[in-house]
């Protein structure tokens, strides 16, 4: 359900999930209110257990991605528009919170769709929603990553064409990465010039069609230079995602 719209300190807000970039502060402390201090409790990475530090999406992604997102690491999501990259990610969202974290998506487009989120399980609740532009998106995502108490920090930069942003606008925060307890997760459809990331690209492998009309199209993920691809399956009228495996798997079963 849609959260309500406020107006406050002259920046727009939205009460529950959704904060303006300079309402990221007081979102945090509404957090710590409602949940408890633990739920952004300051804490050392290094003292962490890796099985706490590994968000696994519990899908074959994980599998081509090395096992899951990693706290104080970065990855990137790069690929076409409508490929799968979003619920990709609101899949790694929802394993982040499954884990008792919190999750902060980046939105300069203001194009997040909570009702998509939900049918992918993801907790509104547990979810801070920050509409960040120009430079307020590098510092949106600096104070995301340095609060230590999301479990994940999605930046879903758009297309610069309908108001987005570029890979290399998020260069400035990418030194508060190292030692936070949140993965950060990029998700764009070209590469940064200026700034490396580990990048797995998206690629639609065929569209489904059932009474000459699209229901569907299937998606392989993956490093550019390796072989081995998850694949995905995604239905045009609900967004369910469904795993088909790897490439390694249809092999082994066709052979």
């Known amino acids: 359900m849609a959260s309500k719209q406020a107006e406050t300190n002259d920046s727009r807000t939205v009460k529950g999930s959704d904060v303006a970039a ?52 970065p990855i990137a ?10 619920q990709l990610a609101l899949r790694a969202t929802a394993s982040a919170q499954a884990q008792g974290g919190m999750a902060a998506w980046i939105d300069p487009t ?20 920050v509409r960040a532009r120009g430079a307020g998106l590098a510092l949106a995502t600096a104070a995301a990553l340095r609060s230590e ?4 920090v999605v930046v879903d930069v758009g297309d610069p064409a309908f108001g987005g942003a570029n890979v290399d606008d998020i260069a400035p925060a990418l030194s508060a990465v190292r030692g936070s307890p949140a993965a950060l997760l990029v998700v764009a459809g070209e590469r940064g010039r200026r700034i490396a990331i580990p990048t797995f690209v998206f690629e639609r ?9 699209t229901v569907g199209w299937s998606f392989a993920v993956g490093r550019a230079h ?17 795993d088909l495996g790897t490439r390694a798997d249809l092999a082994t079963v066709a052979g």
């Open 226 to 242: 390796t072989s081995d691809r998850a694949l995905f399956c995604v239905t045009s009228l609900d967004g369910a995602l469904a």
């Open 110 to 129: 203001a194009s997040f769709d909570p009702l998509a989120a939900q049918r992918a399980s993801v907790d509104l609740e547990r979810l801070v929603v």
């Open 205 to 213: 492998v065929a569209w489904e069609r059932r009474f000459d009309r």
């Open 149 to 152: 108490g999301f479990r994940l």
């Open 77 to 86: 999501f790069i690929g076409p528009p409508s490929v799968g990259k979003l």
């Open 22 to 73: 300079n309402g990221l502060a007081s979102a945090i402390a509404h957090i710590e209110g409602r949940f408890g201090v633990h739920a952004l409790a300051r804490g050392g990475t290094s003292e962490r257990h890796r099985s706490e530090l590994v968000i696994a999406t519990k899908s074959s992604l994980d599998r081509v991605i090395g096992g899951g997102l990693v706290a104080g690491e």
